[in-house]
């Protein structure tokens, strides 16, 4: 399936690739329906929800792959779809085909020229330094906004759309229920932080009017989101409802606030700013259980229990 430049979505998305083994009941070895977290939802399972993310080259490919083996761990039944804009490889993308992801070829949006010389990367990262965290250098800004086609994915009735730098550790499918726009804050540092939302995860329900106004909206003269989609989507949304941060948990969470941090109650880990599987990691000592998870999951080897790890140490005074 493409998603191409003009914005019409091609019918008859079809499954490509092989599901990872189940019991006969459906469930994933080693995990037992209760684990899942939640009772069965009334249309859980529908083919009209979907978990969406976006691939833009070979690194958020791999992330993807750590992404959609966790979202399969958790017994969902809703379509698993990566969006791509062609900086990942036919090989690069082939675990996500293993795992049985639907591909979706999606264009980076048609924006002006002086809309794209105004979210370049030195720009954005000029007038905006990153002073908390290191963005690496395959992030590119110009490219987050392609996330936005998830609304012309028009087949389905709700998606949750998730961060290629994710994983889910427990089933998330009740926000299909939660209407639009519904996402968590950008908590990682205070309570400051609750005022703005973070876009790694949050639920949508797709349309080509949205999407339509969304473009209008987006690329209007001398427009400037300074924190890419999460600023566009803020403002495209001024009442979006907000999810608990178990749904978007920030990795620096794990040492900046550690009281908020609850492994009984995490549902999703986003790792914001470093990704665990860079090498030369400047916070990799201070996120090594959260490093050590994601490549858990990467490798589909010693999958923890989740419930059973310990939460980071709350330091005295």
């Not at 977290?37 to 080259?57: C, I, K, M, Q």
């Not at 427990?170 to 804050?185: C, M």
Request: with cysteine; net charge negative; glycine share 6%.
């Amino acid at each position: 399936m493409t998603l191409p430049l003009e914005g019409r979505v091609a019918n008859g998305v079809s499954r490509v690739g092989s599901s990872m083994p189940s019991t006969a009941d459906g469930t994933p070895p080693g995990r037992s329906p209760s684990a899942f977290g939640h009772p069965p939802l009334e249309g859980e399972g529908h083919t009209s929800h979907a978990y969406v993310t976006l691939v833009t080259n070979a690194d958020y490919a791999m992330g993807a792959t750590a992404l959609v083996r966790s979202l399969k761990l958790t017994g969902t039944t809703a379509d698993l779809v990566v969006m791509h804009t062609g900086g990942a490889s036919v090989d690069e993308l082939k675990p996500l085909e293993d795992l049985g992801a639907k591909l979706v070829e999606a264009a980076l949006l048609p924006t002006s020229d002086a809309f794209n010389a105004r979210h370049g990367r030195g720009n954005i990262h000029g007038q905006n330094p990153f002073t908390k965290g290191r963005k690496p250098h395959f992030h590119t800004p110009l490219d987050n906004f392609a996330k936005l086609r998830l609304w012309q994915l028009e087949e389905y009735d709700a998606c949750v759309f998730i961060d290629a730098d994710a994983v889910v550790l427990r089933n998330i499918d009740r926000l299909f229920l939660y209407p639009e726009f519904s996402a968590a804050p950008n908590v990682y540092e205070s309570l400051a932080d609750f005022h703005r939302l973070n876009s790694g995860v949050f639920v949508a329900r797709p349309s080509q009017e949205t999407f339509a106004r969304m473009l209008d909206a987006l690329d209007a003269p001398e427009a400037f989101w300074k924190r890419t989609d999460q600023t566009f989507l803020q403002s495209f949304f001024p009442e979006w409802h907000g999810l608990p941060v178990f749904f978007n948990m920030l990795q620096y969470v794990w040492f900046n606030l550690p009281e908020l941090w609850d492994w009984a109650s995490v549902s999703v880990v986003h790792y914001q700013y470093e990704k665990p599987w860079e090498e030369n990691h400047p916070k990799a000592e201070r996120l090594r259980p959260l490093i050590e998870l994601w490549r858990a999951y990467y490798n589909g080897e010693a999958i923890p229990d989740i419930d059973a790890l310990p939460n980071p140490t709350i330091k005295a005074g």
